[in-house]
């Protein structure tokens, strides 16, 4: 018998503990997404540089984020590039030239990367002299060729080559290759409908 009643006021307990966290979940998530949308349109500003409006294109499932001028004349393009990290999925946004052959600048837009080294992909707080420095270094970086790595060694931005961050070059490596992988994918898809 008592088994019998331990049994009901569990699953009374699962039941109405199930229905909050529903109903609050119902709450939260336009929240949660309108903050997501309103991150996603700073970040399209910050890796596009001199647009004066966006328009999103999607071509075969993939968004595009395509800047304009005053003119409203296509300057530019963003996407975003997801991919495994060392600990954690890593989003970035990318914005590139028209034709794809220079990246603008990059913008993390999510990871949970090792605090203190992997999270330096975003922000390193024992630089000193600039916290973002890695990001820092896509800006203006050649595409024409697979993005590169390096460590130890002064990185050429016309080669595509990067400063790895110490300690954390597997989250260095994990950037490139994500990035490398969907441009990959998405120059061809991106270029064949603008030209």
Excluded: C, H
């Excluded at 331990?6 to 903050?35: F, K, M, N, R, W």
């Amino acid at each position: 018998m008592k088994s019998a009643k331990l049994i009901i006021v569990l699953t009374l307990t699962a039941i109405i503990s199930g229905a909050i966290l529903s109903v609050l979940a119902g709450i939260t998530q336009p929240i949660i997404d309108e903050y997501q949308t309103d991150v996603l349109k700073t970040a399209v500003g910050d890796v596009l540089p001199n647009i004066n409006s966006y328009d999103i294109k999607i071509i075969e499932n993939t968004k595009f984020f395509v800047g304009k001028d005053r003119n409203n004349k296509p300057i530019n393009v963003a996407f975003e590039a997801v991919g495994d990290g060392f600990q954690s999925k890593l989003k970035i946004l990318v914005g590139m030239n028209l034709d794809m052959t220079k990246i603008l600048s990059i913008k993390i837009l999510s990871q949970l990367e090792t605090p203190g080294l992997g999270t330096k992909i975003e922000t390193d707080p024992g630089n000193k002299e600039d916290d973002a420095w890695f990001g820092k270094q896509f800006i203006n970086l050649n595409t024409s060729s697979s993005l590169t790595y390096l460590k130890n060694e002064k990185p050429d931005k016309s080669k595509g080559q990067i400063m790895a961050i110490t300690g954390a070059t597997i989250s260095s490596k994990a950037v490139i290759d994500i990035i490398n992988a969907t441009m990959a994918i998405n120059r061809p898809l991106f270029t064949k409908e603008v030209n």
